[in-house]
């Protein structure tokens, strides 16, 4: 699962567009998604044609301190499309936000929600309000990717710094953030300011930024006020197309994301086993000798393939084997014979009347 957060506390740039059309447009792809409505405008739930007002349970419910009220994520969930579901917004998410300034732990609470759904969806995409209030901050804290929707105008770039600096606060505390990815939206190629504009964005974002634009398109506009996607208004309008091309965009970049978490993943495990194992080496001197093994307490004084030493070209045998702290007794085996290890002082004494070298790690 992938969890993205569209946020930008610029109004009007293009958020809820974004949230809602990315959503359609995986869903068309046949993920499962579940688009969010932190805003309590809940414009992205207008847009899928839901009267919020006749609700008698929305994100409010979830996001509440309020005991009687409080619900489960997956309680307040509506089934859109067979692969698009919402957990739609509602006025009363200004009021949690009072709430939530309060507490303590409330800024992970919208992450402890989507945690308790397990991998029920492919991806989860939240709609922020223009703000940076605690519901901007729990989405975030929730959030693999963090898409920040930039529109093709003058001072879009303004406050944008202080968005960053809440990621930056996010990964302080939790040492886990989203990765940033900034959006052009909004975009009219006919003019030379837009074009400029896209320039001075890029200069800001550098390779954080989507290579799909999204471009003016009327249909974006009209799909919202009859509340549909872009996608089923339009299917062919320039506005169903840009944002296809960014659900293809995400859909690699998701799969990219994945794989450095697999292998950071994999390098922490690595790195503890390194930890924990200590390499030895075991090293003789044994020019005319044709096979030599080692046996101990570590191997169960057995020697096979796992336990042979290798022979370098001026008669060294070496060995090398990771084993765990601890006190162990073992010998070498050389062509039949066994011996104890002469470059290892220490050594005790065992049942058959001859001694066993004794390594401590
Ligand atoms: N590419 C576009 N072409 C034309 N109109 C657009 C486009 N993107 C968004 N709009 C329109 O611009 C207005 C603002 O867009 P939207 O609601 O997505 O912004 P927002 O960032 O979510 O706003 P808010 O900050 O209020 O939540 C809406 O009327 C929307 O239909
Ligand atoms: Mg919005």
Known sequence: MRAISVANQKGGCGKTTTAVNLAASLALKNYKVLLIDLDPQAHASFALGIKTEQLDRSLYNVMTCNEQKKRQLSDVILQLWDNLNIAPGHILLSTAEQELSNKVDAISLLYQSIDSLGTSYDFIIMDCPPSLGFLTFNALRASHLLIVPIQCCSMSLVGVGKLINMVELIQLKFQRAPKIKSLVTIFDKRTTYSKRMVREIRSYFGENLFSTMIRVNVALREAAAHGVPVIKYNARSTGAHDYTA???????????????????????????????????????????????????????????????????????????????????????????????????????????GSVDSLLEI
């Not at 690699?252 to 690595?270: G, H, I, W």
């Not at 042979?308 to 765990?324: M, N, P, Q, V």
């Not at 050389?334 to 058959?352: E, L, M």
């Open 246 to 352: 960014l659900a293809d965009e995400i859909i690699v970049d998701s799969r990219k994301l994945f794989l450095e978490d697999f292998y950071e993943e994999a390098e922490q495990f690595l790195q503890d086993v390194r930890t924990k194992l200590k390499i030895q080496t075991f090293a003789l001197l044994a020019p005319e000798a044709k096979d030599v093994f080692i046996v101990g307490d570590f191997n169960n004084w057995k020697a096979d393939e796992s336990s042979r030493f290798t022979k370098a070209s001026d008669g060294t045998w070496e060995k090398r084997l990771a084993l765990k702290p601890g006190v162990y007794k073992y010998k070498f085996i050389v062509d039949g014979q066994w011996h104890h290890d002469r470059n290892n002082p220490k050594s005790v004494r065992n049942n058959f």
